[in-house]
């Protein structure tokens, strides 16, 4: 899931937060809750507001 969100701003022409350890760490943690959700809900929905500069993430996952 991590590297899946690594490239979401990638592909609209942001920088890459792989090179942010504090981002990537934040990222991490972030990850690891939302699977937790996921592993006992069938739908989470994930917003990351402010994870870099200018990078807001927001979507919701399912799991079949």
């Known amino acids: ?3 899946f969100f690594n490239a979401l701003p990638k592909r609209k022409g942001k ?3 792989r090179s942010n350890p504090r981002v990537m760490k934040r990222l991490m943690r972030e990850v690891s809750k939302y699977k937790e959700i996921l592993s006992s809900n069938k739908e989470v929905g994930i917003k990351l507001p402010e994870l870099a500069d200018e990078i807001d993430l927001a979507m919701t996952i399912t799991r079949e």
């Open 1 to 3: 899931m991590v590297n």
């Open 15 to 17: 920088e890459d937060i």
